[in-house]
């Protein structure tokens, strides 16, 4: 694997050179929310970022995605492809976590048997830097319970440690060393102990949320008043699964106006009293209750049953901004006592 | 004044006063409280009541009585049985309640009101500002002081500059109705200057008005916890949500967001207590109440209403006065 030594004052200098590459998207502060935008320059990044507040997974799943377009004309339909040439993009600053999300998208959208042109295509035009993070100051995050480690490299071309004066940076893909050159030339010496602050970084993550050892109890309670008292309080907003790295649930609907359509495919959230909603107007999740078992089952057991993975990458976005306070966490450990 | 409400609720519960009661109890993150539901009058001595405690209530209030009665909506009239819900109520949840109340939603009995004072809560937003963004691992609230600690060290800081700004100019700080009140009634607030921010705003150029809504209508990701939050939004199904006809499209396209955005808020003229809840609650910190206390400005000149003050009264749109001032629009529109 190659490595670079990067003065913290050339941090500028790479800026630039990756924004001569490709756009470059970085934690911007943005009155008050730290979100993913487009920079020029390296003085508009964030300074300090804990996180951003929405998750970069909507680079590649747009939170509203045009899929084709549709037009009658006197001779029929007249269809077309609204997939536009990729551009290359650079994610800068990603956190290990949300790297990792990316990962666990990919089991998803880019399957052997189906694979969705319109999330690959952008996966494949884009370079991950991540940002990993030597210092995990948040009480909310939970990474390690997941089995990640807060400077893990899941997920990224090219990893970064902060280590101060200095940042080291690993090129962990062929993607990523396609950039090499935008980093300068200085090797670092063998006598850099990143093992240590790794090592370091990851005691300072809580490690004790049971995420991959409930499987086995949620395969037998679907039916336990833990839902209801779970969704008691839920405000059924989709807060936690709009800024979650992992959700991606969606919905496509139909805008049409005149003889012009467009086939449009939105995020859903499960927490939607719409969520399944059928056209003859059943829902078989008609309760909030039915939705939060369903937000629980699809991270910590379904999707194991479907990719042998857990959902969650353990960021704690919907952690901090739930507006009321439901802890995932709490769900976690609570389904464990069962 | 915490141990007289947990108290309190026990003895509700006990008694079979109420079937449920609605407060607040300590949230798993720093700083912050949490709706709670207490049937189980052992699990009083989880309720709280302080100037961490956010949200309005009332609207979980509706939420327990309107899923109770579509519960039994295929049971005889004379076998269906009411559920008396007790809720924890400041000023503005009070408010709330008389407006549920005023538009016939449930009727007085099925609700138990623990009215309690009100010195205003913290705005969570003004907190993270106060120290610079950054992780707040710990925190308490003693006095008129909230202590935080963060990456960077304890810092003191003073409650009545965290308030939120609905809570500063609160005319309505003690309950309007309520079974019982715990505590003292509140001191007033400073309510004097109640418009002022929405005045200054009427009065800039329409250009500049329009480009600040588009702005703050543009952080908005239509998580809608806004409208689940408020109280006074409890229709089965909004109408964002309709789709014979749709109403609104949920695409990207930034018009939706702000067609969205002005229904609900229209919805509110002469309906929001401004509790403040909605913009307590965006993840995003969108500016909802400089809309919201134009319509709660224009209620009260126009039509001479304030939401939820009176439980005599009749909601503001459903009355015609003689002082009203804008009779005209009936001739001219």
Same mark, same amino acid.
């Given at each position: 694997?190659?490595?670079r ?6 941090i500028?200098?790479l ?5 001569k590459r490709?756009g ?9 929310n ?11 990044i964030?300074?300090?970022y ?5 998750a970069p997974k ?8 045009t ?5 009658r ?14 551009t290359?993009r650079i994610?800068?600053?990603v956190?290990p976590?949300d ?14 048997k189906?694979?969705?042109?319109y999330?690959?295509?952008k ?6 830097i ?5 210092e995990?100051i ?13 400077t893990?490299s899941?997920?990224a ?9 200095e ?16 980093f300068?030339?200085m ?9 240590a602050?790794?090592e370091?970084?990851a005691t300072?993550?809580?490690?004790s949320v049971?995420?991959r050892e ?10 336990h ?14 807060t936690c699964?709009?800024?979650?790295p992992?959700?991606?649930?969606f919905?496509?609907?139909d ?7 467009a086939?449009?495919r939105n995020?859903d959230?499960?927490m939607?009293?719409?969520?399944t909603?059928?056209?003859s ?5 008609s309760?909030?209750?039915a939705?939060?078992?369903?937000r ?5 057991k ?8 857990v959902?969650?990458v353990g ?10 306070n439901? *802890? ?9 006592k069962i | 004044?915490?141990?007289i409400?947990?108290?309190?609720a ?8 109420? *079937? ?8 798993s993150v ?6 709670v539901?207490?049937?189980?009058p *052992?699990?009083?001595e989880r309720?709280v009541?302080?100037a961490?405690?956010s949200q309005?209530l ?6 327990v009585?309107s ?5 039994q909506?295929?049971?005889k ?19 709330s309640?008389?407006?549920?109340l005023q ?23 003004k ?9 707040i ?5 003693t ?13 003191s ?8 700004d609905?809570c ?5 700080n003690?309950?309007i109705?309520s ?11 400073n ?7 929405v005045?200054d705003?009427a ?5 500049e008005?329009?480009s ?19 109280p ?6 909004c109408?964002a949500?309709?789709s ?5 499209g ?6 939706d967001t702000?067609?969205f955005?002005l229904?609900?808020?229209f ?11 909605c ?6 910190g ?8 134009k ?8 039509f ?5 003050i009176?439980?005599?009264d009749l ?9 009203e ?9």
């Amino acid at each position: 694997m190659k490595k670079r030594l990067l003065k913290k004052s050339g941090i500028a200098e790479l800026v630039a050179k990756l924004a001569k590459r490709a756009g470059v998207f970085a934690p911007v502060d943005n009155e008050g929310n730290t979100l993913f935008q487009k920079v020029i320059d390296a003085n508009s990044i964030a300074k300090q970022y804990v996180n951003s507040k929405d998750a970069p997974k909507g680079f590649f799943f747009p939170h509203s995605e045009t899929l084709m377009r549709y037009k009658r004309t006197d001779k029929g339909m007249e269809l077309e492809d609204d997939q536009v040439a990729q551009t290359k993009r650079i994610l800068f600053g990603v956190r290990p976590c949300d790297a990792r999300s990316f990962e666990l998208l990919d089991l998803l959208f880019n399957q052997e048997k189906y694979s969705d042109t319109y999330f690959v295509s952008k996966r494949e035009n884009t370079t991950v830097i991540v940002n990993a993070c030597v210092e995990p100051i948040s009480k909310n995050c939970f990474c390690t319970s997941l089995g990640l480690s807060p400077t893990g490299s899941a997920g990224a071309d090219i990893l970064m440690l902060d280590l101060g004066e200095e940042i080291f940076v690993e090129f962990i893909t062929p993607k990523g060393e396609a950039l090499l050159d935008c980093f300068g030339d200085m090797e670092p010496s063998a006598t850099i102990d990143v093992q240590a602050v790794r090592e370091r970084a990851a005691t300072l993550v809580d490690a004790s949320v049971p995420c991959r050892e409930i499987k086995t109890t949620l395969d037998n309670i679907y039916e336990h008043p833990l839902w209801e008292s779970i969704a008691q309080k839920c405000l059924a907003c989709g807060t936690c699964t709009y800024l979650c790295p992992t959700c991606h649930c969606f919905d496509i609907s139909d805008e049409v106006k005149g003889d012009d359509g467009a086939r449009i495919r939105n995020w859903d959230s499960c927490m939607f009293p719409l969520f399944t909603k059928e056209t003859s107007g059943h829902n078989p999740r008609s309760t909030q209750k039915a939705r939060w078992r369903q937000r629980t089952m699809h991270k910590f057991k379904y999707f194991v049953d479907n990719f042998n993975e857990v959902l969650c990458v353990g960021c704690g976005r919907c952690v901090a901004y739930c507006p009321v306070n439901i *802890d995932i966490r709490e769900v976690v450990k609570s389904v464990a006592k069962i | 004044m915490e141990s007289i409400l947990r108290k309190t609720a026990k003895e509700l519960l006990e008694g079979k006063k109420v *079937d449920v009661v609605v407060g607040y109890t300590q949230g798993s993150v720093p700083l912050t409280m949490s709706p709670v539901f207490i049937t189980n009058p *052992d699990d009083a001595e989880r309720l709280v009541f302080n100037a961490l405690c956010s949200q309005n209530l009332a609207k979980y209030v509706h939420d327990v009585i309107s899923q109770n009665r579509a519960a039994q909506k295929r049971l005889k009239p004379e076998e269906r049985k009411k559920k008396v819900v007790g809720v924890v109520a400041r000023g503005c949840t009070t408010r709330s309640l008389v407006l549920n109340l005023q538009e016939k939603q449930y009727t007085r009995d099925e609700i138990f009101i623990i009215g309690v004072p009100c010195a205003g809560y913290v705005d969570q937003k003004k907190l993270s500002a106060a120290v610079g963004g950054t992780e707040i691992l710990d925190g308490s609230l003693t006095g008129g002081k909230v202590t935080v600690k963060t990456p960077a060290g304890e810092k003191s800081l003073v409650l009545a500059e965290l308030l939120a700004d609905n809570c500063l100019v609160c005319a309505y700080n003690n309950p309007i109705i309520s079974d019982i009140t715990i505590g003292e009634p509140a001191k007033p607030m400073n309510s004097a200057n109640e418009f002022k921010k929405v005045e200054d705003f009427a009065a800039l150029p329409l250009e500049e008005r329009w480009s600040y809504f588009a702005k703050e209508m543009e952080k908005c990701i239509r998580c809608c916890a806004c409208r689940n939050i408020c109280p006074s939004c409890y229709c089965p199904e909004c109408f964002a949500e309709q789709s014979m006809p749709q109403w609104v499209g949920v695409g990207a396209d930034a018009t939706d967001t702000q067609v969205f955005q002005l229904m609900r808020l229209f919805h509110m003229a002469g309906r929001c207590v401004d509790c403040g809840s909605c913009v307590s609650v965006c993840p995003m910190g969108v500016d909802l109440r400089m809309f919201l206390k134009k319509l709660d400005k224009d209620a009260l000149d126009l039509f001479d209403a304030r939401t939820g003050i009176n439980e005599k009264d009749l909601p503001a749109f459903s009355v015609f006065k003689e002082r009203e001032k804008n009779e005209e629009f009936l001739f001219e529109p």
